[in-house]
């Protein structure tokens, strides 16, 4: 009983901690929106969709029992406070909707089955949504020539859009013609600023025309994409090939420790990261980062090995 009553104490202060966080996070959404002027009629929407699922799935409402209640008096409230914003009734960006379009597209060509986004977005429909939908559902289909003309239909919009040439960039890069990429890819990363996740992906293309003339370029841009974003396994891993091409064994070994550290992989990390601080020179920035994967990969591995231990 007072085992019970213990943990009930416990998980009430947490769920009163989560609440807390939850008020705080409807403060927050409404001074970003009132600062931007956007109308919050997208945030009751979207929370009123949630709350629906919940009760299709006959999730608890008890906002006692739940760490992210979405109850209907939170909804009231924050609507209330929203709808007295004078964005509440002012119509959405048309620009803005496009891009949310756009984004949409992307995401339903990439993760629905084939056949879902072409339900969706008919050939008849000829937006830019759509060719972008499209495009990537025949690519992964594997039909390069059709997706290849959905992201033509695209550039012939705007020829220059970063984006729409890394489509056109990765579907050639993926079909086998890396070369035919790079112009594409190298302009998208320049008109990006050098966005991490495309510069990671023309890093990749450079690597993939096997041509050694390109491995110092390919290099300058995967690390400038590190420098940005170096939770990126991926381009971890390519710089990891190109170390390896240019005969840099500690440097590719240390490039696989860092790969393998955000996969969660601790023994691999661990070997990586060993084999790495054997080959550099002792203190330097590189051998100190491979110590710290060896030191942080270790402990954990022997927690894993702990934890199947007592697993048997």
């Known amino acids: 009983g007072i085992l019970m009553a213990g943990q009930q104490v416990a998980l009430g202060k947490y769920l009163a901690f989560s609440r807390g966080q939850e008020a705080g996070a409807d403060e927050s959404a ?26 299709r799935y006959s ?17 009231a409230v924050l609507q209330e406070a929203l709808a007295a914003d004078p964005a509440w009734n002012k119509p959405t960006d048309p620009l803005l909707e496009a891009r949310f379009q756009r984004v949409k597209a992307k995401l339903n060509g990439y993760i629905l089955d084939a056949k879902d986004t072409f339900n969706r977005y008919p050939e008849s429909d000829r937006s830019i949504a759509a060719h972008y939908a499209r495009a990537y559902a025949w690519h992964k289909s594997a039909y390069p020539d059709k997706a290849l003309a959905e992201a033509d239909a695209l550039l012939a919009t705007a020829p220059h859009d970063p984006y729409f040439e890394e489509l056109k960039g990765q579907i050639l890069l993926e079909s086998g ?3 035919e990429a790079l112009v594409l890819l190298r302009d998208a990363v320049q008109r990006t600023d050098y966005q991490p996740l495309i510069a990671a992906l ?15 370029e390919a290099k300058r841009i ?3 994409a590190i420098a940005r974003d170096d939770q990126n396994p991926f381009a971890w891993y390519q710089l990891g090939v190109i170390y390896t091409q240019q005969g840099d064994a500690p440097r590719a070994a240390l490039a696989s420790a860092e790969r393998y550290n955000l996969e969660g992989k601790a023994r691999p990390a661990l070997a990586n ?4 601080m054997r080959g550099l020179a002792t203190g330097t920035p590189d051998w100190l980062r491979a110590q710290d994967i060896a030191l942080v990969s270790k402990t954990q591995a022997d927690d894993d090995k702990r934890h199947h231990r007592r697993q048997q």
């Open 30 to 55: 409404k001074r970003f929106m009132h600062t931007a002027g956007v109308s919050g009629r997208g945030i009751i929407s979207f929370f009123k969709k949630l709350q629906n699922l919940e009760f």
């Open 59 to 75: 999730v608890p409402q008890d906002t006692y029992a739940t760490d992210h209640p979405l109850t209907g008096d939170r909804i």
């Open 177 to 179: 013609r890396p070369a």
């Open 202 to 216: 023309f890093g990749h293309a450079l690597i993939a025309t096997e041509n050694p003339a390109n491995y110092e």
């Open 222 to 224: 995967l690390h400038s």
């Open 273 to 276: 990261a060993e084999l790495a």
